[in-house]
């Protein structure tokens, strides 16, 4: 963490810290980091992050990407070439923990997608561990810890991985309830433009005897629900595959039913460490929650007391 707040640190303008080109099929565009500052008295880092937004139509805030890292601030309504259209997202990473804490304000999508290859791109192309051609300074010959060891066989790779942190005993619940389910609701989202999607998209459509829009792309919310009896075998699959660790919106969930309950339903995402609190930071004239502000707040204690309520 600190090889990415010093190479940060060094940039003049945000739009120089995005630290990869996104796929024509991911269902994201570029994340910024905006901010990036240690918070006081923690072993911790905010990070404060800008995802861009296809669409410049939505009622959204507009960040400037020629502004200067820690002096960043987002407009509700000028729009020119070098603004970019998006929603704030803030991380803290807690490296002696193993702990990132995902903070989401007022916005759906918490950018966690975003924020996991910004971080293997860094790792990738800017971090210290790259290892470049002295004779063509645009050619990556791999990775390494110590320069002086450099090896061309080295075994160094760069790698970043995290899955959601869930609270042990309301999956307990639903393994101990297993015979009473009766219902099984899903919800997620689907994105036209990736293969694995499109069928289902095109299947819905059918249904409504509507053709697919080809030019679809933003995610659309679905939910269906099976009545269903389940084995303890088949509970697990659902929880492993139908719920999985890396979650970036507030939609995406898998809900349980049970017998004589039948208006009562028991989401997975309960049993996540995901919990709603207050923090009384103080906010940008863009209404764009202060970094600074938010960095000290943290820092006061109440970045413990945000982990005992959600852990």
Same mark, same amino acid.
């Given at each position: 963490?600190?090889?990415?707040?010093?190479?940060?640190?060094?940039?003049?303008?945000?739009?120089?810290?995005?630290?990869?080109?996104?796929?024509? $099929? @991911?269902?994201? *565009?570029?994340? %910024? #980091?905006? /901010?990036?500052?240690?918070?006081?008295?923690?072993? !911790?880092? +905010?990070?404060?992050?800008?995802?861009?937004?296809?669409?410049?139509?939505?009622?959204?805030?507009?960040?400037?990407?020629?502004?200067?890292?820690?002096?960043?601030?987002?407009?509700?309504?000028?729009?020119?070439?070098?603004?970019?259209?998006?929603?704030?997202?803030?991380?803290?990473?807690?490296?002696?923990?193993?702990?990132?804490?995902?903070?989401?304000?007022?916005?759906?999508?918490?950018?966690?997608?975003?924020?996991?290859?910004?971080?293997?791109?860094?790792?990738?192309?800017?971090?210290?561990?790259?290892?470049?051609?002295?004779? $063509? @300074?645009?050619? *990556?010959?791999? %990775? #390494?810890? /110590?320069?002086?060891?450099?090896?061309?066989?080295? !075994?160094? +790779?760069?790698?970043?991985?995290?899955?959601?942190?869930?609270?042990?005993?309301?999956?307990?619940?639903?393994?101990?309830?297993?015979?009473?389910?009766?219902?099984?609701?899903?919800?997620?989202?689907?994105?036209?433009?990736?293969?694995?999607?499109?069928?289902?998209?095109?299947?819905?459509?059918?249904?409504?005897?509507?053709?697919?829009?080809?030019?679809?792309?933003?995610?659309?919310?679905?939910?269906?629900?099976?009545?269903?009896?389940?084995?303890?075998?088949?509970?697990?699959?659902?929880?492993?595959?139908?719920?999985?660790?890396?979650? @970036?919106?507030?939609?995406?969930?898998?809900?349980?039913?049970?017998?004589?309950?039948?208006?009562?339903?028991?989401? +997975?995402?309960?049993?996540?460490?995901?919990?709603?609190?207050?923090?009384?930071?103080?906010?940008?004239?863009?209404?764009?929650?202060?970094?600074?502000?938010?960095?000290?707040?943290?820092?006061?204690?109440?970045?413990?007391?945000?982990?005992?309520?959600?852990?």
């Amino acid at each position: 963490m600190e090889n990415l707040l010093q190479w940060i640190g060094k940039l003049a303008t945000v739009g120089e810290s995005c630290t990869y080109e996104p796929k024509p $099929d @991911d269902p994201f *565009l570029r994340a %910024y #980091c905006f /901010d990036a500052r240690r918070i006081p008295g923690e072993q !911790a880092y +905010l990070l404060a992050m800008w995802n861009e937004s296809d669409s410049k139509d939505d009622s959204i805030q507009l960040l400037s990407v020629d502004s200067a890292i820690g002096e960043a601030d987002v407009s509700n309504v000028d729009i020119d070439p070098q603004a970019s259209p998006g929603y704030p997202a803030y991380f803290v990473v807690m490296p002696e923990r193993g702990l990132i804490l995902n903070l989401r304000f007022e916005h759906r999508l918490n950018g966690s997608q975003p924020f996991r290859r910004y971080i293997l791109g860094f790792m990738q192309e800017s971090s210290d561990f790259c290892v470049w051609d002295e004779d $063509d @300074d645009t050619k *990556l010959l791999g %990775y #390494c810890e /110590d320069m002086a060891k450099w090896d061309a066989d080295s !075994a160094f +790779l760069p790698l970043f991985r995290y899955q959601l942190v869930r609270r042990g005993g309301d999956t307990d619940w639903l393994r101990r309830q297993v015979t009473n389910i009766r219902k099984v609701i899903r919800r997620a989202i689907i994105y036209p433009k990736l293969p694995e999607h499109r069928p289902m998209y095109e299947s819905a459509y059918g249904i409504l005897g509507l053709t697919p829009n080809n030019r679809q792309s933003a995610g659309i919310n679905f939910e269906y629900d099976f009545k269903v009896r389940l084995t303890p075998e088949k509970l697990e699959q659902i929880i492993a595959e139908c719920a999985p660790g890396e979650v @970036d919106d507030a939609w995406s969930d898998v809900g349980f039913v049970m017998a004589k309950q039948a208006s009562k339903i028991h989401w +997975l995402s309960g049993s996540y460490a995901r919990e709603k609190s207050v923090l009384d930071v103080a906010r940008t004239e863009g209404g764009m929650v202060d970094p600074e502000s938010l960095a000290n707040i943290l820092g006061a204690g109440h970045l413990q007391r945000l982990l005992n309520e959600a852990l």
